[in-house]
């Protein structure tokens, strides 16, 4: 990780939309890691509204900063990337979805900008499984085109570790299931519609039987889940959608401090 400047004052916000164009080129100059939410708008189920992804990934980046920063790294997150590849959620309405071209050049267009700034650390944070392959392909090929370190991971392929013990009927984050529910119960609860929570479960995984996680077929929703959830929300809460909240970004937080990561060799 490349040394900071010692004459750099630090930003007053984590947040790029909060700062002026003067302090942005300062966290540059800084040799910021630039964190980049992205997400999607689409169905989560009869209970939840259609944010959810946009909530949780942007709260997961910005408080993964806020862990960065407070161990002394220099950090900045973008606002969310919110539309992403949500083909298999369009059967159930309210989902907007881009073409993998489209969402690979929002993608560019955004990390090449900060590049133009002189970011040379990006940081491809993913809220949406239906985004995880395409981002690995993302930071690969556009860590190629600009000569800069570019990661990308789905935060909760990224710690597993940390989730599974937090929930009761699932071992990981599904879709609009115990985690989910939990985050948005603790994050913004007005998004939750109560009255429907009983209908919210559906199957414990979106894969046929004998498929391993090594054989890629995304299937639309509707061929497998009548409510458009995988995984049981029955049981979530706000108390455990804080501590999730919590484990997941101090574990992030950590990953991302690795200096081996950042190294230009």
Not at 59 to 67: F, I, M, P, Q, Y
Not at 120 to 146: K, P, S, V
Not at 215 to 229: A, I, N, S, W, Y
Request: net charge neutral; aromatic share 4%; charged share 20%.
């Amino acid at each position: 990780m490349a040394k900071k400047p010692k004459s750099a004052g630090r930003a007053p916000s984590l947040e790029w939309m909060k700062l002026t164009a003067a302090e942005i080129q300062a966290e540059a100059t800084a040799d910021a890691l630039v964190i980049i939410p992205v997400a999607s708008m689409e169905q989560h189920g009869p209970h939840l509204a259609t944010g959810v992804d946009m909530v949780l990934g942007g709260t997961v980046a910005l408080e993964t900063a806020r862990r960065l920063a407070e161990a002394g790294e220099r950090v900045i997150v973008t606002p969310v990337c919110w539309a992403g590849l949500a083909e298999h959620h369009m059967a159930f309405g309210g989902t907007v979805t881009l073409d993998h071209a489209t969402f690979q050049a929002v993608l560019r267009h955004v990390v090449r900008s900060a590049v133009r700034h002189g970011f040379r650390r990006i940081f491809l944070m993913n809220g949406h499984g239906g985004n995880a392959e395409a981002i690995g392909t993302a930071a690969t090929d556009l860590a190629a085109e600009f000569g800069v370190r570019v990661g990308g991971g789905t935060y909760w392929h990224m710690v597993p570790e940390v989730i599974e013990p937090l929930l009761e009927r699932q071992p990981t984050l599904m879709h609009a299931c115990e985690a989910e529910t939990s985050m948005m119960m603790h994050l913004s609860p007005d998004s939750l519609r109560p009255d429907q929570l009983s209908k919210a479960h559906g199957p414990s995984s979106s894969r046929v039987p004998g498929q391993p996680p090594g054989l890629l077929m995304r299937r639309p929703f509707r061929e497998f889940t009548k409510t458009g959830v995988v995984g049981d929300a029955r049981v979530a809460s706000a108390e455990k959608g804080a501590k999730l909240v919590e484990a997941i970004s101090a574990k992030c937080a950590e990953l991302l401090a690795n200096p081996e990561l950042w190294k230009e060799r």
